[in-house]
């Protein structure tokens, strides 16, 4: 079984930042990607952020120059720091992982999620 837990969310005050973290655990063999969905309130899911294996990031057009994802490796741990937060951030963010997992004696790849934190900008 493979478990993605994120921490970090919260409300914090226009302008301010917070840093998110995604940790994933089970009977992992490799972790290609990880990276940081959103949703908003009536909306669909969006990219946030995202690092694959060889350090290659991509984000979406509106957090560029604002978020910065980074991972451990050795932790099978994803961070999203996030400044300069604006109310329109606000939305439960999701941790996504591709990886490859054992399950018994197969390996299968899995696209996996975490349940979600809920990051509230807001005066």
């Known amino acids: 079984q493979v478990r993605l837990v994120e921490s970090g969310g919260g409300l914090v005050q226009p302008g301010g930042s917070l840093r998110l973290s995604c940790r994933a655990s089970g009977s992992i063999l490799s972790i290609n990607a990880m990276g940081w969905y959103r949703q908003a309130p009536g909306k669909g899911r969006e990219l946030v952020a995202a690092?694959?294996?060889?350090?290659?990031?991509k984000y979406g057009d509106s957090v560029k120059g604002r978020f910065t994802i980074s991972r451990d490796n050795a932790e099978n741990t994803v961070y999203l720091q996030m400044n300069s937060l604006k109310p329109e951030d606000t939305a439960v963010y999701y941790c996504?992982?591709?990886?490859?997992?054992?399950?018994?004696?197969?390996?299968?790849?899995?696209?996996?999620w975490g349940q979600g934190t809920l990051v509230t900008v807001s005066s």
């Open positions: 996504n992982a591709d990886l490859m997992a054992a399950f018994g004696d197969y390996a299968e790849t899995l696209d996996a």
């Open positions: 690092i694959i294996s060889g350090g290659s990031k």
